[in-house]
């Protein structure tokens, strides 16, 4: 459960913070999960600054996460970008992001772009496909928004995933020749892998891919008004799909292997934000 009044006035310093330094707030922000780091080369004039001098920014100690934002330009758009997230598997709670969220939202920013690294339950789309997060299936039925007041609490979830953003992605793809699924992503909890049987029944539940990030800052991010799209990029395929044992280690190599072409058409993507009228 969030203290809200601790949190709030950790969220105040850091929006001052983040105002003194970098102006006016970008209308995108992007959390770069496993795999995606390289799109940080690809931002103009960045600025880099750690977590550390954020306090309501998390302090990820995952091997692969780096904690620092990063604002510039891709094309005509300015962004900024998460290097870095809290997962509930680290601490069991999963109200980790909410400090970052809502200081990135009362800073001006509009739109919340999740990356993630995710197994396949999908035979056709191996390790190195991306995928439009179209809708998830929050498989351990933990909210970030338990405690708080208010009916505001009582977030529609109908939409999670912007029509008009994941259009705007298929767009691109087409432009760019990306193969780009869509699909539903199922949160599990970790940090282990799932078993065979729970990848039988998330595929039974219909779902596309499965991970372990993502979801509370969805629902977090909805609750405060910021609009989300989510792209994730397979690494593996889920448990009993393939021969090959799961571990952390060889996530994190296949997610290098295919992070230049899921980083670049992650460039592309927001570079052709700045024409979307909703943006302006």
């Known amino acids: 459960m969030i203290d809200n009044k601790a949190l709030d006035a950790q969220i105040a310093q850091s929006v001052a913070h983040l105002k003194q330094l970098f102006g006016a707030a970008p209308a ?3 959390v770069l999960g496993s795999g995606w780091s ?9 600025q880099h600054l750690s977590y550390a001098e954020l306090s309501a920014f ?12 990063v604002v510039g330009h891709i094309g005509a758009q300015r962004v900024v970008m998460l290097r870095g997230r809290a997962h509930t598997y680290e601490s069991g709670e999963c109200t980790g992001m909410a400090g970052a ?5 009362r800073w001006g920013v ?10 396949s339950l999908r035979p056709a789309m191996g390790p190195g496909s991306l995928m439009l997060i179209a809708d998830h299936i929050n498989a351990p039925q933990r909210s970030p928004l338990v405690g708080e007041p208010g009916s505001e609490r009582f977030v529609d979830m109908s939409h999670a995933y912007d029509a008009e953003l994941r259009a705007h992605a298929k767009q691109i793809a087409q432009a760019t020749g990306q193969t780009l699924g869509e699909g539903v992503y199922v949160w599990a909890l970790g ?15 219909g779902a596309d891919a499965v991970g372990m990030s993502t979801v509370p800052e969805t629902i977090l991010a909805r609750h405060c008004g910021l609009r989300v799209m989510g792209l994730a990029l397979m690494t593996n395929m889920a448990a009993g799909l393939s021969a090959e044992a799961l571990t952390h280690a060889l996530t994190l190599q296949q997610a290098q292997a295919s992070g230049d072409g899921a980083a670049q058409f992650l460039g592309a993507m927001v570079a052709g934000m700045a024409t979307l009228p909703s943006l302006q």
Request: negative net charge; aromatic residues 6%.
């Open 28 to 30: 995108v922000a992007v």
């Open 38 to 46: 390289g799109a940080v080369s690809l931002v103009q004039d960045a």
């Open 58 to 69: 998390p302090q990820p100690k995952v091997e692969g996460h780096v904690s620092e934002v």
């Open 101 to 105: 969220l809502r200081t990135l939202q």
């Open 110 to 119: 509009k739109v919340l772009l999740q990356t993630n690294a995710s197994g």
């Open 191 to 205: 940090p282990q892998f799932e078993t065979p049987a729970e990848i039988r029944m998330f595929a039974a539940w």
